[in-house]
């Protein structure tokens, strides 16, 4: 649904985003994550139009940005950080703006704004000012404004940056239900909004990819991690889990209780079998056993950190 | 491009800049009316549409300094120029939108000639004539300040640098008459905005004149696409 290919986007001597190439399939939802200053506002900026790249080619749905940008937009809503609004507009009337910026047919457009009030929450707010609105309804009018005309791709640029929790909780719901059935991008520095909402995940650092995977290949490939909470002697049973079979590391935590210590097992194979028999052994009886994958942040940190 | 003129003529209507515009120009034109006119017994509605042709180098920059500035700093040109518009459709319904104000302002000074109607004599062709060089100045202002404005980081650079250069237009023919270089009068006479209003004031109706407006407005509203697509590239 969109390309990117060779995108590189030049502010005199210096690089903003060098040699992006990726593509975001039908249906995805892509997480762009990076620093700030690492490119993401630059990349979004670019695949909608805005900015024009110094070198390479981006494509939405089959058009070229450049020679068919009336093809290519028609496809596309665009939230950028700042919600492009007018405050002295109602938000009706702000709606039915961007429906004809969209060229969606005059005679569907009430239809058509009273349906995306509906899905974004606006709908009590139609005969309100933009400019009375909180930081919330105003993000939700930017949302709405990005639906106008129906868009194939939703792209966002940290669309719940400012917001408080609660909003915060909202808007996320209801990125989650708009996401369905379209292909979504959306960058964001929070990392467990794109753990919630994306299914692939693009870190740049430097204006550069450092990993394009999706989440899930993204956390296996970091081996299997296994947290264990075993009752016992700690300093008797540290030194027995180093000598399994498979165990690549032992790290204890906290322990989860008096006389129950915890640890992480990082794991080159499954060893719940060598740990049932040295557990017996040692007459230690297991408490719990379950898969610890490393956390998105962590990931990010170590990728950003040798980038 | 419908789109952008009806949105641009309700952000007119809907902030004071229409409403301040008119209002200033009003006020102005009657006391040039006032002095010019009615002390002094006169039906020259062609003296009056001379002098009131120097309220656009003030004034338009009312009108313009938010056109595109305005939008940058409030960002909402990234609504614009993603959407499925062409930026020539954006310029052409800017200025469009400008242009519609500047009509309207220009029909409210209408109230001049019917009073001038009502207690002298009126030649309509004439006052249609000056009317035609009045308005044309006026658009051509307006194009210039919006080529102006589509430069500009914010509203109110905007506007001073819209005013220093509608100043310095005026100050050319200053200059035209100070120098007394036949090559030089010819260059600036050919190029000042007041000067090739001038035939109209008269009841000169000139296609040469009409066609440098209509040229000048055109020119500047393909400096304005360039500028915005410019930005694209090196924003």
Known sequence: MITFSGITKRYGAAAAVSDLSFTVDRGETLGLLGQNGAGKTTALNIMTGYLAPTAGTVTIGGHDLMAEPRQAKRLLGYLPEVP?????????????FSCELKLVVAADIPGHILEIADRTGLTDMLGRRVGNLSKGYRQRVGLAQALCGDPEVLVLDEPTSGLDPRQTAEFRQTLRQLAQGRTVVFSSHILSEVQALC???????????????????LQNA???????????????LLPALRTLPGVRGVTALPDAAPGVVSVLLDCDQPPEKALFDLLCGLH???LRLQEAQSSLEEIFLRLTAEG | MLAIYKREIQ???????????????????????AVGNLAAQSSDLLGLLWNMGYLWMLLTPILTMHTYAGERKSRTDQLLFTSPVSLTGIVAGKFLAGVTVLLGAVALSGVYVLVTALYGRVYPGEVLCGYLGFLLQGCAFLAIDQLISARCRAPVTAAVWSLGVNLALWLLDVLNSAVSLTLVNRILSALSLYMRAAPFQEGQLSLANILYFVAVIVLMQFFTVRTLDARRWSA
Do not use: N
């Not at chain 1, 081996?223 to 008797?236: F, P, W």
């Not at chain 2, 952000?11 to 009316?33: N, R």
């Open chain 1, 199 to 217: 299914s692939r995940v693009i870190i740049l650092h430097h204006g550069r990819i450092v990993c394009d995977r999706s989440l899930r290949a």
């Open chain 1, 284 to 286: 230690m009886p297991l």
């Open chain 1, 222 to 236: 970091e081996g299997l991690r296994l947290r264990a909470e075993i009752q016992g002697d700690k300093k008797r």
């Open chain 1, 84 to 96: 492009p609004l007018y405050d002295e507009m109602t938000v009706r009337a702000a709606l039915r």
């Open chain 2, 11 to 33: 952000s007119y209507f809907f902030t004071a800049s229409a409403y301040v515009f008119m209002g200033v120009f009003l006020a102005l034109g009657s006391v040039f009316y």
